[in-house]
């Protein structure tokens, strides 16, 4: 209850007036109940009226179904934002998520950070805002697609920053942003890309900046050459580019998970850090495995994302659809930050994420209801033989 209380109750606040019928809480509540049900906001809204009900009912809760607004209203609220309002409102929440962790000491003082972008599906046009191309995929090319950089020291997967990607942007200046608003909540030690941030653009800023960084090598004819007739491990100097448009990295060779040789380019001079990096990264990436494109770390951090906290919508505005995007990320850290604090059976040691993330929903839930009406009526029921009410 404390880290509900302390990391979205009175933090994520939306634009209503003080007139308004409904309070912050209450469109909290909604907003929560929609995501971790993967509902619609109309879904959403009608679902929770019919459980809060039943809570009702069987708790003692107060009755919710005159004070829940509906799924329009709930959008109306969330369209008066800009991205450039909604940055800093979610980018609050998550720095003192982080700052919690790292003073709890589960957040080493320097971490391997992954950057990565997912796409989420879309319907529509490929001329409305913010909608990319991608590989075609359930029944649809375009898509909204989001960038991120995350944790992914040992167990750790905290998402430090999301960024929308438009098609206009450069994928150097997305790595740029995400790399600054890191920085400026942990040290980073390690940056691990994947192959698609293989670019002479991007490995010029991660060398400007001076981040230590792997990527997984492209299979271009002179590189396919190279892991053919070298053995492993091996590092040589390697140029990227045109003869016009070009920068000077590593290519380190190693064996991959399944012993099959595959390349890596890096900025690391040390033959023996560069080559245990790469293998820790091969690790994560999966660069030789079949899944390929269902790899590492940050993909899990995606998924789950996705998948346990992400709110459905058909809205073509980009402001609720990247709204969505950035609770689920708040809502996935807070559970990470809540599985991090669990305590240590005496007889066994609880596993990483004991706690499932719909349970962990539930909840939010339930801490974000006390705070709005109290707690239930049968834990302040009068005690047996005297006059007296306890509070559990």
Known sequence: MPLVKKYLDGRLNLKIKANCRYSQNTYLKLLVHTAINKNYAEGGSADFKHKCNLDGMIYGFEPFIKNCPDGDTLLYHIK????????????SINEGIVQQAIRAGTIPPMVTVAIDCTDVPYYGKKT????????PEKGTNYSHRYASITIVEGGLRYTLKTLAVSKHVLI??????????????????????????????????????????????KMTPPIVDLIR???????KRHKIGTRSKFVYANLVV??????????????????NAATALCKTADEIFKVGSPQYSKRWGIETTYR??????????????????????LLAVCLYNLWQLANMRLPESPVQKVKKYELPARIFGAIVLGCLRMFDSGPPKWLIAPYSGSGTTVAG
């Open 128 to 135: 409305d805002p913010m909608v990319v191309g991608k590989k």
């Open 80 to 91: 008066k934002f800009n991205d450039d309002e909604l940055y800093p409102v979610f980018d």
């Open 304 to 325: 789950v994302t996705k998948h346990d906290f992400l709110a459905k919508t058909t809205s073509k505005n980009p402001v609720v659809r990247l709204f969505y995007m």
């Open 254 to 271: 190693v064996n991959d998970t399944e012993g099959k040789k595959c390349a890596f380019i890096t900025n690391i001079e040390d033959f």
């Open 172 to 217: 150097s200046d997305v790595v740029s942003a995400l790399l600054l608003d890191a920085s400026k909540l942990v040290k980073i030690s390690h940056v691990l890309l994947d192959r698609g941030f293989y670019t002479v653009d991007v490995i010029t800023v991660l060398k400007k900046h001076d981040y230590k960084f792997v990527i997984p090598g």
């Open 229 to 235: 007739k070298q053995d492993v491990p091996a590092i």
